[in-house]
Nanobody, 123 residues
């Protein structure tokens, strides 16, 4: 089970932080990430954190602005979103899967999905 928090309304250029905690599973055996979906658009992978210690993945549209990392708390990762743009407006979903390929290449069929959290970037 994944528990997501954070999100909200922010002005362009502002920052937000999303957090996702895994409950009831061994965190180290899972890769975790964030997808987003805006109205009328396809779902897209924003960022992924490797449970195996590999380099994180970022979508081209967020490189240099977003950062995913493991929290000091057990079983939790965060997505720091800086310099937000109106086009970042979407519902963000935390996901987890034991296979990197499933999450980053296939980008479908992930084992766990968290509750979506709305991010709105608007002046």
């Amino acid at each position: 089970q994944l528990q997501a928090s954070g999100g909200g309304l922010v002005q362009p250029g502002g920052s937000l932080r999303l957090s996702c905690a895994m409950v009831g599973r061994t965190f180290k055996t899972y890769h975790m990430g964030w997808f987003r979906q805006a109205p009328g658009k396809e779902r897209e992978l924003v960022a992924a954190w490797s449970g195996g210690g590999g380099s994180p993945f970022y979508g081209d549209y967020v490189k240099g602005r977003f950062s995913i990392s493991k929290d000091s708390a057990e079983n939790s990762v965060s997505l720091q979103m800086n310099n937000l743009k109106p086009e970042d407006t979407a519902v963000y979903y935390c996901v987890a899967d034991p296979l990197w390929h499933t999450m980053v290449v296939r980008q479908s069929g992930m084992e766990y999905w968290g509750n979506g959290t709305q991010v709105t970037v608007s002046s």
